[in-house]
Each structure stands twice: as structure tokens, then as C-alpha cells.
């Protein structure tokens, strides 16, 4: 069809319709860069073909070109604005009808189209290690096309967590429990942390490359030890706390608080806002109102310390308090979810190998193993021996790691495991 031009002749048939089902048929055979090579040559050939040049971002998004992809999404951007402009300019008194501009346009832009535009830009820079631009991205993109609620719940999740903290409200108060557990003022993290090295540095497939102040360059295989100073972290890239850093009480009540949520929104049935791939259910904290300025709190309490304790410096010689601001932590929130692992009723047992998009993780447990809750469970990490070594925590323990590192979700075989998890970047 596309050789035959078959859209000259055949109003069945069209330009764009043509080479996007080629192209999907060449993707399902795993002829990708054929696909793209389609793509591109469809894009050259008409650059105001939305369609085309959104379906050639996601492929090279998929390839790894993601500054091509981001390029292409950008050029999108561009053409909304000046969409939108002209039939703002179009309805106006006097100016004409806006049904006549897009009658003058080959075609337009649909919302849809323009969110997805938006929405995929973000995941670029997110893929790309830089979670404030693409937040930038994703609130241009909720402000450009107010409609789209993936766009909206992005904006929000981020207004949520920019949110000052001034400190602890009454009802939040008997929440929280306790002051700082875990003390970090020591300079010898092993009284409070159990340290795993990478027993092979050179183990996992993507390649690091970086210098740091004139110092030899170093070239490493995973990118997680491309993400703090090398000397410092001496290839230590997951913790386990030895003190709990949430009371058993405080996981009590926050498991009550998260029951009650379903109990009284969603007649007590957990469902799941993310791994839509894999069999999970787990609930975003920032659906949750009480609980979001509980984790505020736990953030500017215990967790900025904690963390700039066991990562104390990042691969460009920086910390993770602005320098400016020695008070104010860089660390933002990029997701935090309380995550139900149920052996028995829901079968959500485990998570397949992947890696976090965030520059640190967190897991917490709410509950105990040792209590009989569940039995199982724990995080799996590949680059802790050469068969991975499976780390647990009790309940209130917190285990943190670069989220770059591949990891899984070891099974739960008995009972009900919940945890809290933060995937976290620097500002």
C-alpha cells in the first residue's frame, strides 16, 4: 500500500493509517529499527503528522534514543501551542469560527494526543535520571490540556509533596510516634546499618562512565554506582537499618489508617496504581490525606538524615542538602505507595526483576515476620552475590538502595506482607 500509495486512490486506505499499522506489524516481529527507518521516512515526509511523529517518539523512546524521542515530543508541544493559539485567536468576537480554522489544518491535534505528547516526554527525562524536568514537562502538559487525568494526577502528586512542612498537626501527631530512632550522628554506619557491598561491581550490562574532580576515571557496569562518589560509598549501595526507624505502634496505627481508607472508599477491596504487568495491589500514600502529611513528616524527621548518613556524597561531589540552604534537604518524593503482598487471598506474591526509577529507594515493613504475620518475603538484589542475596527487614526497619539496582520482590508464601516504598530523587 505504502509503495502503491494506495491513499491517492483508495479513501479506505491512509497515509498515516498505512504506516503506522506497517509499522506495528514490524514492531510485533521484533523488526524495531526497520519500524523506526518507516517511521522516520513518514515523519520526513509529512513533519505536521501528529500521529506519525507521536508513534516515532514511543518507538525510539523504546530503543533508548531518548533525546530523539524527546526532540519529536517537543515538536508536538510547539504545535499545540500554536494550535491552541489560533483557535483562541479564531472564536474570538469577530475573528471567525474555530471550525473554520481547522478546516484550513491537515490535521489537528487532538487533546489525546498532545497529553500522551506530554505525558511521554516526562517519562523521558524520568528514563534520563532527571526527575525536575520532568515534572516541568508533566505540569506544562496538565496546564496546556487541563482534560487529561494522567497529566492532572502528576501535577498533583508533586503539589502534594513540594508542600512546605510546618511541622505536626494535632491529628497527625498521635500518628507519627516517636522522635528519631535511628541515630546517625555517628561516623561509623556500621552500629546502625547493616552494609551490602556488591560482591562484583562489573556485574550488571549498562556501562558508567565518569570523573570526578580530575581524579582517574572510573568506568562501572551498573548505573547505580554511577550515581554517588565511588571513594565514599566504597560500592556500598544497599542499608538495612539495625533499629527500627517506625515504632511497631506507629506501623500499627499506619496499617489501621490505610484498612480503613479501602474499608470506606473502595468497600474494602485493594487494587493497584502501578506494575499494571504484574499481579499487585497497593495504594499511592498521596490518596491517603492523613497519611500524606505523616510521611512529610517522616521525611524532615528521620529520613533526610538517614539518608544523607549512608549516602553522603553523589558522583559530582555534591550532597544532598543544597548547598546554599545546609537545612534543606534535595531529596523530593517521586512516588510512595504502601504495597500489600497477600500469599493466600489476592495471590499478589512477589515482583519480577526490575530496576526503580529513582536515584534512592526505600522500603519499609509494617508488619512482622517474626509476629507470624507472613512468612517469606524481602528484597532480592542481583548484585549482592553471584545469585543475588535476598535482604529482610522487621517490622519498622528500613532497607535503602540505589534504585538503578536490579531487584525483585521476593515471594510472600504465608500470610499478608505490607510495607511502605519510596522511590526518591535529588533535586
Known sequence: MIKQKAWEFDRSCTFTGSYLKLCSALEGLTRRHEAINKLTDAHNRRPTDTKITLALAKLLFKDDQKDRSLSLCREIFVMYEVQQASISRHSSPGCGDHKTFFSQQEQPISEEDAADAYYLGGWVKIHDDDHTEAYKIWQEGHLAVPSSNLLTTQYRKRAC??????????HVARLVGSAPIVDTSSGDLSENFDCFTCWNPFANRKRVTFCINDEPELTFLTPALGIFHPQQEQLGVVFRSKQPVLTP???SRVIDVVNNYHDTMHNGVWSTVRHSSVKTTDVAVESIPLLREWLLALMHTRMHSMLDALFPRLADGSTLYHESAPEESRIR???AFIVRYDAEKDLSLSLPEHCDTSAI????SLNSEQAGHYAGGGTWFECLGESGLVVNAEVGQAV???GPLKHAGYPTTKGVRVILVLFLYVE
Open 333 to 335: 518524593i517521586h512516588d
Open 161 to 170: 509533596w513540594d508542600e512546605k512542612w510546618r511541622g505536626l498537626s494535632d
Open 249 to 251: 505502634l506507629e506501623c
Open 400 to 402: 535503602a538502595f540505589a
Open 361 to 364: 529507594s526505600v522500603v519499609i
